[in-house]
Structure formats: C-alpha cells, structure tokens
C-alpha cells in the first residue's frame, strides 16, 4: 500500500486554526499564526518532495477584514515577511509563486512585497504556490463574469469562465484539505473544487507536518474517484 499512493496534481489547504492552537497553550492568536508559517513551510517542502504539481492555500479571505484591527495588522506583516524571505527561497529553489484574490485592498508594503515575488518567479517551472489572499469564491466568480461581459461576448461556456478564474493554467484542483475540524469550506474555490476530494482533519493547522501529508495521501489514495461514471 505504502507504494501505491496516488500523488494528487492539486492539492488546496484550508489552514484553520491557528487561534485555537495558541488558545490551548495559553499564547497569543498571533503565536498561532506565527506557528500556521512554520506550518506551512513544512507542508511546502513535503508536497513538493511528493511531487505535486500545485499547492493552493487560503490565508486571508475577504471575510477575515471583519477580524479585529490588530490581527488584521499582524497577519498582513506576517505574510509580507513569509514573501520577502521564505517565498523568495522557495522561488530560487524553482517554485512559481501566485495568488489568488483582489490585491488591490492590500497594505501597500504586503502589495509591493508580494508583486517582487510574482515577478521574481514568473519563469519558474517547479511547484506552483498559488496563495488566496482577500480571497472569495463568489467574487472570484462575479469579477470572472465581469470580464467576460467587459469583453462583448453575450453567451458563455465553461472553458470561459475557467479562463478568467484566478486559477487559470492550474492542473484541476484534486483533493482540498481543513484543518481543525471544520467541516465547510468558508468561500474557498467554489467552482474548482466541484470534483474535489475532500479531507477534514481535526489537527490544528500548526501541527500540520510531513506526516500528515502522508496520512492525507494514504487517505487520498483509498478515494474511488468516478466523476458520475461507473467502474
Ligand atoms: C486560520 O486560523 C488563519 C486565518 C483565518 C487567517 P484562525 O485564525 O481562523 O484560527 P481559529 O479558527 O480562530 O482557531
Ligand atoms: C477560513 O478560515 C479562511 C482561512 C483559512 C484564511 P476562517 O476561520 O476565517 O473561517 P470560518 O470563519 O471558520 O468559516
Ligand atoms: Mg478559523
């Protein structure tokens, strides 16, 4: 069995739980989220090691702006450190590094930061890092229909909307995974997960590691996907 995994080509993380993770050790939510960064570096390497061609991440959705202030801060600071110094590494070990979202609302310093990585891996051709940031599934679908009508045409197929979806290019998304132990997927990619597995773990997110990426994957493996067809 061991040698038998299936390596999904996409795989999504819904990283929930860093404030709960803190709570329990009677730390601060942001030690949570500093924890969630160490979290996913690790989960990086495992998936890439495994050979998974694209890893998404929901870190900032567009509900979380309703979060006090200064987590809100917090967060932005984070992620704007997480692009600065350990995106720029995964970028030079090859990773391709995106995101998914309306950047524009974003404090200009995490803005700046993240565009230098954008361009900076652009021409890579290793694992894609696609990373949800003010992120929402209807408003990823709505701003697609917008430009679909922007651009004249008055009947719409799927492919065209796939085209002007923030994951345009990426391998179809094939196994989303939630940690700690909610089981709805908070407006995370609505549209690619319609043939998604899906994985509900009751671990915090900091106690994410390559183990469970191997948990996950064993999980995966015994999953009997059809797509309405029979076997
Ligand atoms: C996930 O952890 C990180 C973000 C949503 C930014 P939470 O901050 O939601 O942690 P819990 O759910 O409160 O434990
Ligand atoms: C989903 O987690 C968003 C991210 C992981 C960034 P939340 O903690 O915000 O979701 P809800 O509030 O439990 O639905
Ligand atoms: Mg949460």
Redesign the pocket.
């Known amino acids: 069995m061991a040698n038998n995994l299936k390596i999904p080509r996409h795989i999504a993380f ?3 739980g860093n404030g709960r993770w803190a709570q329990q050790r009677g730390l601060q939510r942001s030690d949570g989220h500093r924890a969630g960064a160490e979290a996913l570096k690790k989960m990086l390497i495992a998936c890439s090691k495994k050979g998974i061609e694209a890893v998404s991440v ?4 567009c ?2 702006w309703s979060r006090p202030q200064a987590e809100i801060k917090f967060l932005f600071s984070l992620i704007s450190q997480f692009a600065k110094k350990e995106l720029k590494t995964y970028a030079d070990q090859g990773f391709r590094v995106r995101f998914s979202g309306d950047l524009s609302q974003l404090p200009k310093n995490t803005l700046n930061a993240i565009n230098k990585v954008i361009d900076y891996s652009k021409n890579n051709t290793g694992m894609i890092v696609n990373i949800a940031l003010n992120y929402g599934s209807r408003q990823e679908i709505v701003r697609a229909v917008n430009l679909i009508l922007q651009s004249g045409i008055r009947s719409v197929d799927e492919q065209m909307v796939e085209d002007c979806l923030y994951t345009v290019g990426l391998p179809p998304l094939d196994l989303v995974v939630r940690s700690s132990g ?1 089981k ?1 997927l ?1 407006n995370f990619m609505l549209w690619q997960c319609a043939y998604s597995e899906l994985i509900f773990l009751d671990k915090f997110w900091p106690d994410f590691d390559e183990n469970t990426l191997e948990e996950i994957l064993k999980e995966y493996s015994l999953r009997d996907r059809r797509f309405g067809g029979i076997k």
Do not use: G, T
């Open positions: 819904i990283m929930d929901y870190a900032f959705s509900e979380n909610e709805r908070s």
